[in-house]
């Protein structure tokens, strides 16, 4: 079947290293994002991709850094410079247009120790 | 700039009965997207219904139905028949420019926890 896969699901970080969390999908959607949620908030929108070799900031992508060398793989690296990066972490994909929305990924938690 | 408001945090329901979770939007485009989706406790976010800015009937599937109000800018969400495994956190979000061809970003709003009581 046909989805998105989040590794790990759970993450532990100590102060001052980076981490990546992985996101691939297999749905041939052309554009992917990465979100973040903090408890009991919305979704905030970090980075986002249209197509290969291409991404663009959203409203906090101060602290991270995206790559998308393959239509599949959207990585996410949470940098030293994220200075609360402790959250819940959602990657999406959605064909270029479309009315039915994302398709989201089960999600990665992320614990500064 | 577009807006979501859900100013419910939280809701309570008996289970069979229906419930309304309140969103409102802000948008200046003619052409847009309204979504609602569950996030149950494990995380994962599932969507439920769609409603165009176009789209003359309200958007039902199966025991959810959006109540659209186009003046208002409200876009509801009805749950008929609660069952306990409706408990979840219920996220009103909103995309714009429909047609625009351009990339299809989503606003979310704070969300509404729903409890389904026995």
């Known amino acids: 079947d046909g989805g998105i896969t989040q590794s790990p699901k759970y993450l532990f970080r100590k102060e001052g290293q980076n981490v990546t969390l992985s996101c691939e999908q297999n749905l041939n959607h052309d554009a992917m994002y990465w979100y973040r949620q903090d408890p009991g908030q919305g979704l905030r929108l970090i980075y986002y991709s249209q197509i290969v070799n291409d991404f663009q900031k959203g409203d906090i992508a101060e602290g991270y850094s995206v790559s998308r060398e393959k239509k599949e793989s959207f990585p996410l690296t949470v940098t030293s410079a994220q200075k609360n990066p402790t959250a819940f972490y959602l990657c999406a994909s959605s064909p270029r247009q479309f009315v039915s929305g994302y398709t989201f990924g089960s999600g990665t938690r992320l614990t500064v120790v | 700039a577009q807006k979501i408001t859900q100013t419910q945090p939280g809701m309570f329901v008996q289970e069979k009965e229906a419930v309304t979770l309140d969103c409102t939007y802000d948008?200046?485009?003619?052409?847009?997207?309204l979504f609602w989706y569950k996030q149950p406790s494990s995380g994962e976010m599932i969507f439920l219904i769609y409603?165009?800015?176009?789209?003359?009937q309200n958007a039902t599937e199966g025991r959810y139905s959006l109540n659209f109000q186009k003046a208002r800018k409200s876009a509801n969400l009805v749950i008929s028949a609660s069952q306990l495994g409706d408990s979840a956190m219920y996220f009103c979000?909103?995309?714009?420019?429909?047609?625009?061809?351009?990339?299809?970003?989503?606003?979310f709003g704070a969300g509404t926890r729903l409890a389904v009581h026995p």
């Open positions: 979000a909103m995309r714009e420019g429909m047609f625009s061809g351009g990339y299809n970003k989503l606003i």
């Open positions: 409603q165009g800015s176009y789209d003359e």
């Open positions: 948008t200046s485009d003619q052409s847009y997207g």
